[in-house]
């Protein structure tokens, strides 16, 4: 593929101040004589909120699937407790044995790389900037106005209840298709956890929020090499909308989650999801379980691959807290009833969306 400079750079041996148009951060590094980042692409975070640590390994929760799932009603009522608390304490936590083979993982990882590495104009077909697009490619993250540009492309896709997906390369779509439909029927056994460990029937969430027509997105994330990691960001601090979202990676880290007000940097176990609570698990609980704010930073040594896929309610859903749980706990409504798609429409105009559902506290 033939180096791409024409659109943003005039004297290809210099790197511009600034880029003149938005093109991907991949033709950016594949251009010659890269040697920093154009100042759109700086990033100034909070000082305060700079630095990372690592969990202490023994704190950080993991929830084994296959206990969740056992016949044995003590072990399946002891994993609900740790994912009450999971869920309660982090907001975050790993899912190991899941059942979700490791070689459908990997070439799922895989696909997305091929997919990256299309020559410019296959991967533009698909170029787009309308969230509603069921199959999008671009770059940045999904607002209309950017103070600055985010170190990231992206291919971002809805799965479900259709499924959308690019015909390119050859055997991609099945693969994908057949790794959102595995890691979909996880999420809902799994939500079916959540739901009695909020003390709910276990059906309650899959009903409520109507997931057989539940919206699952499939976002893979390219943050190429950069030359100045620290002046730049892979997306800044935000919360997901949904219910639960799944992420893989190719073992490159850079995710960075918060807790306690700190900052930790997260390093997945081989073959297991990193599973997150959504802003519309937050909702529903009546804010027992937290949406938790997460970032990725970009390095100078590897390319770094994640897949997100969350799942949410169908887009017609209007999400509340559960009147069980207020009933029971005798605690007002600390979030305004939204109908999922609104929320989602919101979000893209750059409002505070999350914000503006939460009531003031009493």
């Not at 170190?151 to 209840?161: G, N």
């Not at 909020?198 to 409520?208: D, N, P």
């Not at 305004?336 to 609104?342: G, S």
Request: some cysteine.
């Amino acid at each position: 593929m033939a180096p791409a400079t024409s659109p943003f750079v005039e004297n290809p041996t210099e790197t511009p101040p600034q880029v003149s148009k938005r093109v991907t951060v991949q033709a950016l590094v594949e251009s010659p004589g890269l040697v920093s980042i154009p100042s759109n692409y700086s990033y100034s975070s909070n000082p305060n909120e700079s630095a990372a640590s690592n969990p202490d390994e023994d704190t950080f929760p993991i929830i084994d699937f296959s206990l969740l799932t056992s016949a044995d009603p003590n072990q399946r009522s002891k994993t609900i407790q740790d994912l009450d608390r999971a869920c309660r304490e982090w907001g975050f936590f790993m899912l190991v044995n899941h059942g979700v083979s490791k070689s459908l993982m990997k070439e799922v990882l895989e696909g997305c790389n091929e997919f990256f590495n299309l020559p410019m104009e296959e991967k533009m077909e698909f170029e787009g900037k309308d969230i509603w697009k069921p199959i999008r490619f671009g770059t940045g993250v999904d607002v209309k106005v950017e103070k600055f540009f985010f170190w990231r492309d992206f291919l971002k896709c809805y799965v479900h209840p259709q499924f959308n997906f690019p015909n390119k390369p050859k055997g991609f779509s099945e693969v994908v298709q057949e790794y959102t439909k595995r890691s979909r029927e996880v999420i809902k056994e799994l939500l079916k956890g959540v739901s009695e460990s909020l003390g709910l029937e276990e059906s309650y969430i899959e009903k409520a929020m109507n997931l057989d027509s539940g919206l699952q997105i499939f976002a893979a994330n390219l943050y190429p090499v950069c030359p100045q990691p620290e002046t730049a960001m892979g997306i800044p601090a935000h919360t997901d909308h949904g219910l639960l979202t799944f992420l893989i990676e190719n073992d490159i880290g850079g995710l960075q989650i918060q807790h306690n007000g700190e900052w930790f940097n997260v390093h997945p176990l081989p073959n297991s999801f990193l599973v997150n609570t959504g802003d519309h698990l937050e909702i529903l609980s009546n804010g027992r379980y937290k949406s938790i704010k997460h970032r990725a930073v970009v390095n100078n040594k590897a390319t770094r691959i994640s897949i997100a896929s969350p799942l949410g309610p169908s887009l017609d859903t209007v999400v509340s807290p559960a009147p069980e749980l207020m009933e029971r706990e005798n605690r007002p409504a600390a979030y305004l009833p939204m109908k999922y798609k609104d929320f989602m429409d919101r979000q893209v105009e750059g409002k505070p969306v999350f914000d503006s559902v939460r009531l003031p506290v009493a």
